[in-house]
């Protein structure tokens, strides 16, 4: 991506022109694979990725290997738990995973101090990520606590479409089934039950939403 297209893209997040340079000059771009892995649990974030295209899921993650399933992170937004690490010395407690082949463009954690101390506009941007990511882990939280496991299966796959603007969801059971903290067998079930209620089609190793 060439830099006029870079300052196009910073200046819709509402950055001023003098950090827009700013970020452009320091940043580098970081392509990443489907399902290849950003940060995990326990590393040090080396600085700050917004997203140019595609989606990060983040996912927390037990001692086990255990996953669940938080937030998509699509075009235009930076991920508020690398924003603590590089502001702190607090190591990454969640992981980062590309949904879909993804473009990301990363700062150095240098300059985010001081940039939130010189530029209003990323200061905001940087207190509405944050206030974002906030609403997206409660509602998560939300959805656990008080919905059924078919409830939190559309939801999942609602939000799915959502971040990737596409009715197909390009998921195995044995994936969505890890993402929920759940099992095969229960999601293939929960599937099959949507799917008779003319909300899902079903197809190998995809899922239409109707």
């Known amino acids: 991506m060439d830099k006029e297209s870079l300052k196009v893209q ?15 000059n320091v ?3 970081v392509n990443l694979k489907a399902d290849e892995l950003l940060i995990s649990p326990g590393e040090k974030a ?20 255990n996953e669940i399933f938080l937030y998509y992170l ?4 930076a991920c508020a738990m690398s924003i603590s690490c590089c502001l702190g010395t607090q190591l990454s407690q ?8 993804c473009q990301l463009w990363v700062v150095p954690m240098t300059y985010i101090d001081e940039w939130m101390g010189r530029y209003f506009s990323f200061r ?4 509405d990520s944050y206030q974002s990511r906030f609403d997206e882990m409660l509602d998560t939280i939300d959805s656990i606590a008080f919905m059924n496991m078919d409830e939190r299966l559309m939801k999942f ?9 596409s009715y197909i969801i390009h998921k195995t059971h044995e994936q969505i089934a890890r993402e929920l903290n759940s099992s095969r067998v229960v999601i293939s079930r929960l599937l099959k039950k949507l799917e008779r209620e003319d909300k899902i089609e ?3 190793n995809r899922i239409e939403l109707l």
Do not use: H, T
Request: charged share 30%; glycine share 14%; net charge negative.
């Open 157 to 165: 796959l609602l939000d799915k479409k959502q971040s990737s603007g």
């Open 124 to 127: 905001k941007f940087i207190i």
């Open 94 to 101: 969640f992981k980062a995973v590309s949904e879909d082949d």
């Open 202 to 204: 079903l197809y190998r």
């Open 74 to 77: 699509e075009g235009g937004d």
């Open 10 to 24: 910073f200046a819709q997040l509402g950055f001023v022109s003098g950090l827009i340079d700013e970020i452009v």
């Open 27 to 29: 940043g580098k771009i």
């Open 46 to 65: 080396i600085g700050m990725p917004f997203v140019l295209s595609g989606n990060l899921r983040i996912m927390r993650e037990d001692d086990l290997g």
